[in-house]
């Protein structure tokens, strides 16, 4: 016998993504039942979990994934057609499969029943329904003026370009009476019809067209990604042009099916060369809109020595800040220019090793259009999720973790924001909900919103629920504004919800999303209108390993504050420190600006020493600012972030330690937790 426990990791991974991909597949496939692309690809990941179980001995997944692929392939044959109920199986196999190769990989023994979901995979693939009619008429092209003939090439063309997203219309023109040239207000039409996509046929011939030879009017067929509207428009333009009709130009599903039965691959291949070809853009089917794969090679990496890469790169930062201390203090100039030689290098490889450890949020963006489509089944609403930015890098660490805070969003707003029909209806909306996901780079930090067109949030609600719950008393609610307010939300135990369910209602998403982002050094706003909508804002550090920071002294001891947290520095007198409410403030820009002395808040002995001027550091969280007030500015350095182990972990001010370039540990602040 062969031992395959070698493999295990390599299966475990490869089965991870292929379930993902049957995932996101099947969902282009609900979409778009007639996507022969999508079940290609759905066909070759079943086939490979298949194939991959099979020599791992795992009996269940191999068994189950085959039968699959039989209905996978009647699919294919259009023996079947992909309904709900198909979709709904299927989906509920790829949830099975996830489930075995978890069990698989936390050695387990699954108890999963799989032998239901053959059953059903088996009746379906015994008495298939017809995707089609069974009598086979001659192939003509319906809803046209005079339904013209097309030959067989003609329909593999159009077939083969709606696959790939495309739309084909029948346009007819009729010139104007008075019109001399005709010839060259048709040349004129058709220049303008290419620009928009590519005619695979004119009626008359395009030699007679160019000679002349036609009355008033003239047809084309036209593949293209734009309306019949902007078609239309397009061609108005030109003048001596009395009328344009623009009709979708639609294959009867019988000629569909025998050109699909018999497809025509040199034909299909010249299409998609020509449609590639073609000047202008054209819209591909979303199932083939992912990134293409580029050439090159890639090894895969265990985690853990990316990890002890990149604290190797860290020393080297430490003792590269060592060398420069040296040089200074000793006035060693023959070592400068070696001092700046390996700056540079050290700069360098840690860019790169920062870059290897960047992934793409995709990764974790890649499963919440599943959840959204089960989530929206269950509450009876219809949603469309957008996902843009998926291709934006966070550096690991980072990605491990945002996740769950993702979810909770995500869930929060197909639940509490988009309305129910009636609702949506009677506020002029459109039926169809909309969740959008969004990653982007902003400096150096990726901002990640989660924006519903839902009724948004209502201050005078949240007001009304955090006085019935206990959560403010009433004479602090009435001081507070609207985005204070709202920011509400984000307490332990706060809901909007009027009962709880499976899905909402106990009060622990919102204040366990605002944990967790500020445990990554990232902040979370809300943006909301009612009736319009809500924007939740996420804004995280691109890294959590080697950061800027603003080293600062307090008494003896030396702290970080992360630069990406500061606003400015500035220097006051002690009489600038107002007293407004038993609280100390200043007043900086017109903003009046809350003072927090350092040294009270680390209780360290305060510096006895009598100060004509004041170090204050302006900080931010969120909309959200305060002064630091410390005991001297030490300068900007890059440092390495460097954890304090699971026994000082409770400590909420600080955020972790770094190594100085003379050996001394410096604590690294958590804004956040300073400031409350």
Do not use: W
């Amino acid at each position: 016998m062969m031992d395959v426990s070698q493999y295990m990791v390599l299966f475990l991974e490869e089965a991870r993504e292929h379930l993902q991909s049957l995932n996101r597949c099947l969902l282009d496939l609900e979409n778009d039942p007639a996507d022969l692309s999508v079940l290609d690809e759905i066909f070759r990941s079943a086939h490979t979990i298949k194939g991959m179980s099979a020599t791992m001995g795992y009996a269940d997944i191999a068994e189950l994934t085959h039968e699959m692929e039989n209905i996978l392939d009647l699919l294919r044959k259009a023996i079947l057609k992909a309904n709900h109920s198909i979709i709904d199986t299927l989906f509920q196999c790829v949830d099975t499969l996830e489930r075995l190769v978890e069990d698989v990989a936390n050695n387990e023994t699954s108890n999963a029943d799989i032998q239901s979901l053959i059953k059903k995979l088996s009746s379906l693939a015994e008495n298939p329904s017809p995707a089609y009619p069974s009598t086979i008429e001659k192939p003509i092209l319906i809803a046209t003026f005079n339904e013209t003939n097309l030959t067989s090439t003609e329909i593999s063309l159009i077939t083969s370009a709606q696959r790939q997203g495309l739309c084909a219309f029948e346009v007819q023109v009729v010139l104007r009476a008075d019109c001399l040239l005709k010839s060259a207000r048709a040349y004129m039409v058709m220049n303008a019809a290419e620009e928009l996509g590519d005619i695979i046929k004119t009626v008359p011939l395009t030699e007679d067209l160019e000679n002349g030879h036609f009355d008033q009017q003239f047809q084309f067929i036209l593949l293209s990604s734009v309306d019949s509207e902007k078609i239309k428009d397009e061609i108005l333009s030109i003048s001596e042009i009395e009328t344009v009709t623009v009709l979708p130009c639609i294959i009867s599903e019988d000629a569909a099916i025998e050109q699909f039965m018999e497809p025509e691959t040199v034909q299909e291949n010249n299409i998609a060369e020509k449609l590639t070809s073609s000047s202008t853009p054209l819209r591909s089917n979303p199932a083939l809109n992912e990134k293409r794969i580029r050439g090159g090679q890639s090894v895969r990496v265990d985690i853990d020595k990316l990890d002890s890469l990149l604290n190797l790169v860290g020393e080297l930062v430490i003792n590269k800040t060592r060398l420069e201390q040296i040089g200074t203090s000793h006035k060693l100039g023959d070592l400068t220019e070696t001092i700046e030689q390996i700056d540079r290098v050290t700069t360098d490889l840690q860019s790169v090793v920062m870059k290897v450890r960047m992934v793409p949020v995709g990764q974790v963006f890649n499963r919440f259009p599943r959840m959204v489509r089960d989530l929206s089944h269950e509450l009876g609403k219809e949603i469309n999720l957008i996902i843009q930015g998926e291709d934006t890098e966070l550096d690991r660490t980072v990605i491990d973790e945002i996740g769950d805070p993702l979810v909770h969003l995500l869930r929060n707003a197909v639940d509490h924001g988009i309305e129910r029909l009636p609702e949506r209806r009677s506020s002029g909306k459109e039926a169809v909900g909309e969740v959008r996901l969004i990653a982007r780079h902003e400096g150096n930090n990726v901002i990640i919103l989660v924006e519903d067109d839902g009724k948004g949030i209502d201050a005078a609600s949240i007001k009304e629920k955090a006085l019935k719950g206990g959560f403010i008393a009433k004479t602090d609610a009435d001081k507070m504004d609207d985005q204070e307010l709202i920011n509400l939300l984000f307490l332990p135990g706060f809901s909007t919800a009027a009962a709880v369910t499976d899905v909402s209602g106990r009060g622990v998403g919102m204040d366990a999303v605002k944990t967790k982002i500020e445990t990554l050094g990232g902040t979370v706003e809300i943006e909301t209108k009612v009736g319009r909508g809500s924007k939740f804002i996420i804004k995280l550090p691109l890294t959590l390993a080697i950061i800027q920071a603003l080293l600062v002294r307090v008494c003896k001891e030396i702290y970080a504050i992360p630069l990406s947290s500061i606003d400015s520095t500035i220097h006051l007198k002690p009489e600038d420190i107002k007293t407004v409410q038993g609280k100390e403030v200043i007043l900086l820009r017109g903003q009046i600006i809350p003072i927090i002395r350092l040294d009270a808040v680390l209780n360290v002995p305060p510096d006895n020493k009598e100060q004509s001027d004041l170090f204050i550091v302006i900080v931010h969280v969120g909309q959200q600012k305060a002064g630091i007030i410390v005991d001297d500015l030490i300068g900007q350095q890059e440092i390495v972030i460097k954890s304090l182990g699971s026994l000082l972990k409770s400590i909420k001010v600080i955020a972790g330690a770094t190594i100085l370039g003379n050996g001394q540990v410096a604590l690294i602040l958590d804004v956040g937790s300073v400031m409350k």
